[in-house]
């Protein structure tokens, strides 16, 4: 059994930054892929960003690239998603998740929601102009 916990969300104004931090246990050694994502009131569910936890490659969806970085330590069983510039359009409840196993439908560790079996919270984002 996983447990995520994130942390970091608040409240920025445009151009702003923000670090969330989510902290897996027991161990971030028992996902094989970590994701962020957002859902704001009344939308659906996007993805934002992915790492794999041993390679450490990353993916973004194409609105953060360049803005946000996502990182690990897996030392600390943490991961960290830097966003930097930030936007009204991107308050949102921002999720951690982790995958801890491959799927049939597998196609690598990417920021698609059916790939991840295990969820945090969620830590909000608000963004004012």
């Known amino acids: 059994q996983v447990q995520l916990e994130e942390s970091g969300g608040g409240s920025v104004q445009t151009g702003g930054s923000l670090r969330l931090s989510c902290t897996v246990s027991?161990?971030?050694?028992?996902?094989?892929?970590m994701g962020w994502f957002r859902q704001a009131p009344g939308k659906e569910r996007e993805g934002v960003a992915s790492?794999?936890?041993?390679?450490?490659?990353?993916v973004y969806t194409d609105s953060v690239k360049g803005r946000f970085t996502l990182s690990r330590d897996n030392a600390a069983n943490k991961v960290y998603l830097q966003m930097d510039t930030l936007g009204p359009e991107e308050t949102a409840m921002y999720h951690c998740?982790?995958?801890?196993?491959?799927?049939?439908?597998?196609?690598?560790?990417?920021?698609?929601?059916?790939?991840?079996?295990?969820w945090g919270q969620g830590t909000q984002v608000t963004v004012s102009s």
């Open positions: 998740a982790a995958a801890t196993i491959r799927k049939g439908s597998w196609r690598g560790c990417v920021p698609t929601s059916e790939i991840y079996n295990y």
């Open positions: 027991p161990s971030i050694h028992d996902a094989v892929c």
């Open positions: 790492i794999d936890v041993g390679f450490g490659t990353t």
